[in-house]
């Protein structure tokens, strides 16, 4: 950042790198394959993309699950390049997990055999 005094007025100028840049994909990186054994938990981590495929930074990832009597959202930790979600299984049944970021979105279908 610079700052200046200019005509009395004080002038900050940010250098935001890529702050403007628009979400186009939220992707979910993970070691989960189709199921998730009850009792069981695992980690996912979402980060978001501009339209060239380039990681946007410093972006706010909202988690949530679709019936939270099958699936617990057992913690959630954020770093500048992402958020990764803890779920634990429940019950069995079928339950969504979904990351948002500045309204695009990314689910996963999780299993609980």
Same mark, same amino acid.
């Given at each position: 950042? =610079?700052?200046? $005094? !200019? =005509?009395?007025? $004080? !002038?900050?100028?940010v250098d935001s790198a890529g702050a403007t840049d628009s979400v186009a994909t939220v992707l979910i990186a993970t070691a989960f394959s189709d199921s998730l054994p009850v009792g069981d938990s695992i980690s996912f981590f979402a980060?978001?993309?501009?339209?060239?495929g380039a990681t946007l930074y410093g972006r706010t990832i909202t988690w949530s699950v679709s019936d939270t009597t099958v699936l617990a959202l057992s913690g959630i930790s954020s770093s500048a390049n992402g958020s990764t979600a803890y779920v634990r299984a429940l019950k069995s049944g079928s339950a969504t997990l979904q990351a948002v970021c500045e309204g695009k979105s990314k689910t996963i279908v999780i299993n609980v055999p």
């Open positions: 950042a =610079k700052s200046g $005094l !200019v =005509k009395d007025s $004080l !002038v900050i100028q980060y978001v993309q501009d339209g060239a």
